[in-house]
């Protein structure tokens, strides 16, 4: 039976229950794995049943459908991919996406009004920055940020001035908005702290994770107090570097308002991709795992190398307040980090055009080893003097190591680099 989820009173671990949970394979004659579902739309048993699912669907009755109605509210890859995804991060409730940035944008949409404030961390994925700033804005919402090693006091006194600018203009803090550790630079935020300064600001906004990078396996941030945690599945979930998706997920009070957008929006996962991950989840931590004890024994090599300046690697923090942060809220420095040349761009042109396992790319928490140039590439458009400020200059290579063989990486990386 699909849906054990004890044995005697032992709860079952998430490896275990992504091979089965939420699908019986009785209901799909036998077959061991879930059919993909294509189909954009539902038979009902009666009328008074139809009536009944939209009624859910509308918010007229709530709880939301009870059954399935249309492929955009949701479908069964879907269900069980949420289901399953709800049990890595201990929420109640999560919701599947086409993309990482349609899940974050959803999910801002959905809580931001006119007027409007949204506190978030920096660096955020820079899509994520963009959409705040440029979109967000036209509809009369602002941001105030702050630097992600941030202490419980500044936290305190941004928190201040977001809700001072808010009632300014008329609106409410409607989000803590934190991206951990930051994208490239690896910096990590002290959500305990943030939600301690939100509650004592009596602020009743959901705090929402980008946990895209350390996620599922290595930050559980429901558990430091955050309300939401959003994901681009497209990296370490999915894999494989063979999709795109994301999700949100935490208690259902927070879920639902977004689920009522998304219902009217779309922006839900395809089956086929539902069904990926699922598959993708099936080994989620046997790759991280993998990945990351590769990233331990290359960071080991690099850091003693002559050419290499520095890394910006989790394993090796050199920070006391950020140690401290790592400490409370890690339980792995992942495998994607920054790596700091002697030199600049030319130097660093010359190591990634000279790798021939690792694939000169962007992207992160793929099976295979990637390297880009964050300066250059991801973060181009990034002003300068901002890219200064988040410490994103010439001389760094973003890094996401894969689950090759350890020291086929190492001499990769040992003959990229006598050619800088
Ligand atoms: C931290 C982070 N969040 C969100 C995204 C956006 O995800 P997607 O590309 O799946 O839309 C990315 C993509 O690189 C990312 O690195």
Redesign the pocket.
């Known amino acids: 039976m699909s849906d054990v989820t004890k044995i005697n009173g032992r709860p079952l671990k998430p490896s275990t229950l992504m091979m089965g949970h939420g699908y019986d394979p009785v209901l799909s004659e036998g077959s061991l794995k879930q059919p993909l579902f294509l189909t954009s739309t539902f038979a009902f048993p009666s009328a008074a049943e139809g009536k009944r699912h939209f009624e859910g669907i509308t918010g007229k009755r709530p709880g939301g459908a009870d059954g399935l109605v249309y492929s955009r509210f949701n479908a069964p890859n879907q269900e069980i991919l949420e289901d399953r995804l709800s049990i890595w991060d201990g929420a109640e409730d999560a919701l599947s996406f086409s993309?990482?940035?349609?899940a974050?944008c959803v999910l801002l949409l959905t809580y931001a009004s006119q007027g409007d404030v949204i506190v978030h961390s920096g660096p955020l994925?820079a899509?994520?920055e963009g959409f705040v700033a440029k979109w967000l804005s036209k509809f009369g919402v602002s941001y105030i940020d702050f630097p992600a090693g941030a202490t419980r006091e500044e936290i305190d006194a941004v928190l201040a001035q977001g809700k001072a600018k808010a009632t300014e203009q008329g609106g409410k803090v409607c989000m803590v908005y934190l991206?951990s550790p930051g994208?490239p630079t690896n910096a990590l935020v002290d959500v305990q702290a943030v939600r301690a300064a939100v509650d004592a600001a009596g602020l009743e906004c959901p705090i929402a994770i980008?946990n895209?990078?350390l996620g599922p396996l290595w930050q559980r941030p429901l558990e430091h107090g955050a309300d939401i945690v959003v994901y681009?599945?497209?990296?370490y979930v999915g894999g494989h570097s063979d999709l795109?998706?994301?999700s949100i997920a935490g208690a259902k009070k927070w879920m639902d308002p977004v689920r009522m957008l998304r219902n009217t929006m779309g922006g839900i996962c395809d089956p086929n991709t539902a069904w990926m991950l699922c598959r993708s989840l099936e080994t989620v931590e046997l790759r991280m795992q993998r990945a990351g004890e590769n990233a331990e024994k290359v960071c080991a090599f690099l850091a003693q190398h002559p050419k290499v300046e520095g890394l910006g690697y989790l394993g090796m923090i050199k920070d006391a307040r950020q140690q401290d942060i790592y400490d409370r809220h890690c339980l792995g420095a992942g495998s994607t980090f920054s790596l700091l040349l002697k030199g600049g761009e030319a130097e660093c042109f010359r190591f990634l055009d000279s790798l021939k396992i690792a694939k000169l790319a962007v992207?992160?928490g793929g099976t295979e080893t990637l390297a880009s140039h964050p300066a250059s590439m991801t973060h181009l458009s990034v002003p300068d003097e901002r890219k200064a400020a988040l410490g994103i200059g010439d001389n760094l290579i973003r890094i996401s190591i894969g689950i090759e063989d350890a020291d086929d990486l190492i001499a990769d990386f040992e003959q990229a680099l006598e050619q800088v």
């Open positions: 993309s990482g940035m349609s974050i994925y899509a994520t991206e994208n980008d895209t990078f681009s599945l497209t990296k795109v998706a994301g992207s992160l």
